[in-house]
């Protein structure tokens, strides 16, 4: 993953497992890999605080406090805290269960920004509700 955007292929690619399959997040979207084919381009979001709801439930995880995976019926999101933010990631549901989701990790990790990126049906979802576009990333596979 690739963590300024001034990173080049020849900065990331030593790192890289050669093999089948490997991947890289080309987390700006500037970089053009020889040998790799374009995956998915994404946006990176940023969530609002979103409008809480009753019934979310923390399951407990083997990376510790810092992860958390919340359902409420037929939804489920994980939560990851990091440098100051909380990244929002693997939203599974109904498109109208995403503000609940954002809510959710937002009041399990209270005072960090919510961010994620989403490509496809699920951007499109993610705009609906209210996350603004931050910028482009793209994954590439071998």
């Known amino acids: 993953m690739t963590l300024t955007r001034d990173a080049t292929a020849a900065d990331v690619l030593p790192f890289v497992d050669g093999s089948a399959g490997c991947s890289v997040k080309d987390s700006f979207a500037t ?17 609002g605080p979103g409008v ?15 992860v958390a995976v919340l ?9 990851h805290r990091g440098d100051g ?3 929002l990631s693997n939203f599974a549901g109904p498109d109208d269960g995403w ?5 959710a990790v937002a009041a399990a990790f209270p005072g960090h ?3 994620g990126y989403e490509h496809g049906d699920a951007l499109r979802v993610a705009l609906d509700h209210g996350a603004e576009p931050l910028g ?3 994954v590439w596979v071998r």
Request: net charge neutral; proline share 13%.
């Open 71 to 79: 359902s409420r019926g037929e939804n489920a999101v994980v939560a």
């Open 85 to 87: 933010v909380v990244g």
């Open 31 to 47: 970089l053009e890999l020889p040998g790799f084919s374009l995956l998915f381009e994404a946006m990176w979001l940023a969530c």
């Open 99 to 103: 503000p609940g989701a954002v809510a």
């Open 136 to 138: 482009p990333l793209r």
């Open 113 to 115: 920004p919510v961010v």
């Open 52 to 66: 809480p709801e009753p019934g979310w439930r923390r399951a407990g995880s083997p990376l510790g406090a810092s």
